[in-house]
């Protein structure tokens, strides 16, 4: 099983809706530093998944706090 710093791409770019309004990514830094929790705890308890897919969580779970805290 690969460490999801080794498999996780920098290339994350801000997205238009179609509003015409920017959404904003969270912070590369804290988008990595949640994966690897998330790897570790699959890890740990012997949970199949992907360093992609912990990626993935830990962009959404950031992206819905955020828009939690702008309302």
Known sequence: ????????SDQHLP?????????TLPAHADIAELAYQ????RRRNEVDGSAEKD???AEGQL???EHRVEE
């Open 55 to 57: 990626w993935l969580e």
């Open 1 to 8: 099983m690969s460490s999801p710093k080794q498999a996780i």
């Open 15 to 23: 997205v238009e809706d179609s509003s015409d309004s920017k959404l």
């Open 38 to 41: 998330l790897w570790e705890c």
């Open 63 to 65: 992206q819905d706090a």
